[in-house]
């Protein structure tokens, strides 16, 4: 009988405290994805003050965020910069941490890399900030005609629209941003993010790219599978940034990694990260209270 209750008690959910998992697990190389806005691009910056990084009021909220952040003891900080772009992003780790370089001095200075990654690097005091980008010019707009590309383009419309009220509630004051990178981070919004661009697409036969930079070599895609197409590009360039993690991890015998990249990257790293079981997968909820 007492069994029964105490399985009674666990399908309910009476009972969560004495068998759930805790964030992060020993013998596991733990990782937590902050997915994140560009908020060095001038396209969100010059919204409006509450828009900006280097604001008086949101410069309090980084700091708060990163001291909760700093909880997580994470011993390697992962930004989005390639791995051949390491030597400046020593550069300037070096000098700011030597208190020779101001982000106001940087065009991009707004940036998640610095504003996050170097400064809970610096407060942590980690020797370094890593990239592990891999970089492709792709534009979630890509493909431009092609069967089934209506129903395609109307759920991306109503997933840009998602975008915007989560910007439009920063700026309106509606959302702190810690609590913007929680709904952006939000377990509903990642899967619209990866049905969105890995899911949907291949719906669109039939069809063709606009303008694609060098990146993609057009003469060898299948028009016939123009969404799977779309969908396998972008894919191929997370599984890059995967393989980059995995080699600076295994460099470095990390096993407290921050990951701080668009929120685009957290959406499908994320699930590429939980089928690999040397893996766990720490909630930003987790820390960011």
């Known amino acids: 009988m007492k069994r029964l209750y105490t399985l009674f008690l666990l399908l309910t959910g009476l009972l969560p405290v004495a068998f759930s998992q805790t964030p992060t697990q020993t013998g596991k190389i733990n990782v937590m994805l902050m997915g994140a806005t560009h908020f060095g691009q001038e396209a969100f910056y010059k919204q409006g003050p509450s828009m900006d990084l280097f604001s008086p009021g949101r410069q309090k909220e980084i700091a708060d965020i990163n001291k909760q952040l700093a909880q997580y003891r994470p011993d390697m900080i992962l930004i989005e910069r390639e791995p051949s772009e390491q030597h400046t992003v020593d550069s300037l780790y070096n000098l700011y941490t030597s208190g020779k370089l101001q982000f106001a001095q940087l065009d991009y200075g707004r940036a998640e890399q610095y504003q996050f990654g170097y400064v809970l690097a610096k407060q942590l005091h980690l020797p370094q900030v890593h990239g592990v980008n891999f970089y492709s010019g792709l534009s979630s707009r890509l493909i431009r005609d092609g069967k089934n590309l209506d129903k395609f383009m109307e759920d991306l419309n109503k997933f840009s629209n998602l975008g915007r009220s989560l910007d439009q509630q920063l700026k309106d004051g509606q959302l702190?941003?810690?609590?913007?990178?929680?709904?952006?981070?939000?377990?509903?919004?990642?899967?619209?993010?990866?049905?969105?661009?890995?899911?949907?697409?291949?719906?669109?036969?039939?069809?063709?790219?606009?303008?694609?930079?060098?990146?993609?070599?057009?003469?060898?895609?299948?028009?016939?599978?123009?969404?799977?197409?779309?969908?396998?590009?972008?894919?191929?360039?997370?599984?890059?940034?995967?393989?980059?993690?995995?080699?600076?991890?295994?460099?470095?015998?990390?096993?407290?990694?921050?990951?701080?990249?668009?929120?685009?990257?957290?959406?499908?790293?994320?699930k590429i990260l939980e089928n690999n079981p040397d893996f766990n997968l720490v909630p930003l909820s987790s820390y960011l209270k």
Do not use: C, W
Request: hydrophobic share 35%; net charge positive; glycine share 4%.
């Open 176 to 270: 702190s941003l810690k609590q913007y990178f929680l709904k952006l981070n939000a377990p509903e919004t990642l899967k619209a993010t990866y049905y969105n661009i890995y899911i949907n697409p291949a719906r669109v036969t039939d069809g063709s790219f606009g303008k694609t930079d060098n990146t993609v070599d057009t003469a060898r895609i299948d028009k016939s599978h123009i969404g799977a197409e779309y969908v396998s590009l972008f894919y191929n360039r997370e599984l890059k940034i995967y393989s980059n993690l995995l080699s600076l991890q295994q460099a470095h015998q990390s096993k407290r990694i921050l990951l701080i990249m668009g929120q685009r990257h957290a959406a499908v790293l994320s």
